[in-house]
């Protein structure tokens, strides 16, 4: 019987030794070539993806990039993320090379995580239904659609200002900030205009949303898990707004241009077929995500930069104040009006520079290439940072001081300030997200001033930057 026991141990301390060193030997395989980047592997599976995330956690995300650039003294560097042997590309170069060269050398890649939680029933991958919604929405970004959305988002921030700000003397403004942008996203891609309509979404949506990019572990209580049936239930609540948009469209109280939600399901395909209505669903669901996010992130750090720097508040003020009394009694903002707005663009630019809402993003290299000198294998994931030119003093000298004044005239070199990506990939809601950020920004300068409840407050990252207490502030109305 001791024998048996015996054997069995000897069997399974062999079995395990054969799998790790199967795993340390698929894992050194990826990264043979004698002409890759520089760079550390890590562990299998694991790789470097723990200081990738820790550093964001700790709110200083661009600490993994520079720490590397200065050791390896390259700004392309391998690595290992998310279980992936990859290549980080760092700086305004890197930039360039990724953003000029997409569908020819690199392509979209998104985490495994991000197709189980969209899982679309064409069993296409994420990316290729990125490219189909990417052809979709010109139509309703284009600048004359842009213009009529000025009156909407006016009209919307005021209620939200009215429901959410005024007659209090703290508010905390992360959750607001989503409230906002989520508001909006409904009332322009599907008409939703019902306050309670808007909140059945919003708790399982943020869940949704801070559960896609994480560990994609299955199991009951992880992130992943909550985010996959979030998803679930959202994309059932938009099916039924499909089915009842659909009647509606049959019977003309809907029309096919009102909104991204009719045009999606009147449009058809290259083979003449209209889209299944979980695909309106899924892309919807993206769409919510995308125009939310980094909008509300960004919105964020603008009311934590204004009470930080009250002489950059005042020129902000001054700006929407002479646009305010322009206006006579009830009317709202105008394409106008909103190019008028140009400091305070600065100012959120600035803002957009030190804490990026979009801190990077990966592509896939198609083809074996050669960058810098460097072999980079097909099937490699490549990392772009924009902290790695955003807090770059070749860039942006004094990369920590807070100027908008770097975004008069010709602004900054290209490729430099990249907070919406660049090249083909660039967010096709850069300017939506340019509107809604003014536009919520005239509402809460107009209205009041505010100063931060906790002065030294840690900043998150994951991915996107956020107050880890949610950014209380105590609002000062302005005499009327």
């Given at each position: 019987m001791e024998v048996f026991f015996l054997s069995l141990l000897l069997i399974f301390v062999l079995s395990v030794s054969v799998g790790l060193h199967l795993l340390f030997y698929k894992h050194r395989s990826h990264f043979t070539?004698?002409?890759?980047?520089?760079?550390?592997?890590?562990?299998?599976?694991?790789g470097e993806s723990l200081e990738f995330l820790s550093t964001g956690w700790k709110g200083h995300p661009e600490?993994?990039?520079?720490?590397?650039?200065?050791?390896?003294?390259?700004?392309?560097?391998?690595?290992?993320?998310?279980?992936?042997?990859?290549?980080?590309?760092?700086?305004?170069?890197?930039?360039?090379?990724?953003?000029?060269?997409?569908n020819k050398l690199v392509q979209a890649w998104w985490p495994?995580?991000?197709?189980?939680?969209?899982?679309?029933?064409?069993?296409?991958?994420?990316?290729?239904?990125?490219?189909?919604?990417r052809k979709l929405l010109p139509q309703f970004l284009k600048p004359e659609a842009l213009h009529r959305y000025i009156g909407i988002m006016d009209h919307i921030a005021q209620n939200h200002f009215a429901d959410s700000w005024d007659n209090r003397n703290e508010v905390l403004i992360f959750p607001l900030a989503k409230r906002f942008t989520f508001w909006l996203a409904c009332r322009l891609f599907m008409s939703i205009k019902d306050p309670d309509h808007v909140a059945k979404f919003e708790k399982p949506f943020h869940v949704l949303a801070s559960g896609l990019i994480t560990v994609p572990i299955n199991l009951p209580g992880t992130p992943f898990r909550r985010a996959i049936t979030a998803s679930n239930f959202i994309r059932e609540e938009l099916r039924c707004i499909i089915k009842k948009r659909k009647i509606d469209l049959e019977e003309g109280k809907a029309s096919q241009n009102q909104d991204i939600l009719s045009h999606m399901i009147v449009a058809t395909g290259e083979d003449g077929r209209h889209m299944n209505e979980m695909d309106i669903a899924d892309k919807i669901l993206g769409l919510l995500i995308g125009g939310h996010d980094t909008a509300s992130a960004a919105i964020t750090f603008l009311v934590k930069y204004l009470a930080e720097l009250p002489h950059i508040y005042q020129k902000v003020y001054e700006e929407q104040m002479e646009i305010a009394n322009s206006k006579a009694p009830g009317d709202l903002l105008n394409w106008d009006d909103v190019q008028k707005m140009r400091y305070s663009w600065n100012v959120a630019c600035e803002v957009m520079r030190l804490a990026p809402p979009l801190q990077g993003a990966f592509r896939e290299a198609m083809t074996d290439f050669v960058f810098n000198g460097f072999s980079i294998p097909k099937g490699w994931k490549l990392y772009w940072s924009a902290n790695s030119t955003h807090k770059n003093a070749e860039c942006f000298p004094e990369p920590e001081k807070f100027d908008p004044t770097r975004f008069e005239g010709a602004g900054p070199a290209p490729y430099t300030f990249v907070p919406f990506g660049g090249g083909p990939r660039m967010c096709p809601g850069k300017e939506y997200a340019r509107l809604e950020i003014l536009v919520?920004?005239?509402?809460?300068?107009?209205?009041?001033?505010?100063?931060?409840?906790?002065?030294d407050e840690k900043i998150i990252v994951d991915p996107m930057p956020m107050p880890a207490k949610g950014l209380p502030v105590r609002l000062h109305p302005h005499k009327p």
């Open positions: 070539d004698p002409n890759l980047p520089p760079g550390k592997i890590g562990w299998p599976m694991i600490k993994f990039i520079f720490d590397r650039i200065h050791s390896y003294s390259s700004e392309v560097f391998k690595t290992c993320l998310l279980g992936e042997p990859a290549a980080v590309f760092a700086g305004a170069a890197g930039n360039k090379f990724l953003f000029s060269n997409e495994s995580s991000v197709d189980k939680v969209f899982p679309s029933s064409n069993q296409t991958s994420s990316k290729e239904e990125a490219k189909k919604m919520f920004m005239h509402n809460a300068v107009k209205r009041f001033k505010w100063d931060k409840l906790l002065p």
